[in-house]
Nanobody, 125 residues
Framework: QVQLVESGGGSVQAGGSLRLSCKAS????????MGWFRQAPGKEREGVAR???????SYADSVKGRFTISQDNAKNTLYLQMNSLKPEDTAMYYC???????????????????WGQGTQVTVSS
């Protein structure tokens, strides 16, 4: 069983930055690909970024150039550095771990098996 615990959310003004963290069970990052997702009220959960065990990354077009996903295997921690935040980035953010998904599906929630409880990010204008 994989356990994921997010932290680092909060309230920030537009243009500001936040760094989200996701602490995982040991060896999670060597066995699974990892992703960050977000869900705003009344909207579907959407993929933000994903990272493979070899370090390969991919991003949603809406966050390219502003968000960076990374992982520290020694600390069993996944990060999402979010810069130049916009009000439309306001959402609950979740980290997730998955296996067995096709490469083209790794920004889709269905490719992931384990989820954290989420951390709220609120960006004011």
């Amino acid at each position: 069983q994989v356990q994921l615990v997010e932290s680092g959310g909060g309230s920030v003004q537009a243009g500001g930055s936040l760094r989200l963290s996701c602490k995982a069970s040991p060896y999670t990052y060597s066995r699974y690909y990892m992703g960050w997702f977000r869900q705003a009220p009344g909207k579907e959960r959407e993929g933000v970024a994903r990272i493979l065990s070899d370090g390969g990354t991919s991003y949603a077009d809406s966050v390219k150039g502003r968000f960076t996903i990374s992982q520290d295997n020694a600390k069993n921690t996944l990060y999402l550095q979010m810069n130049s935040l916009k009000p439309e980035d306001t959402a609950m953010y979740y980290c997730a771990a998955g296996s067995g998904g096709s490469w083209w599906s790794l920004l889709l929630p269905g490719a992931y098996n384990y989820w954290g409880q989420g951390t709220q990010v609120t960006v004011s204008s």
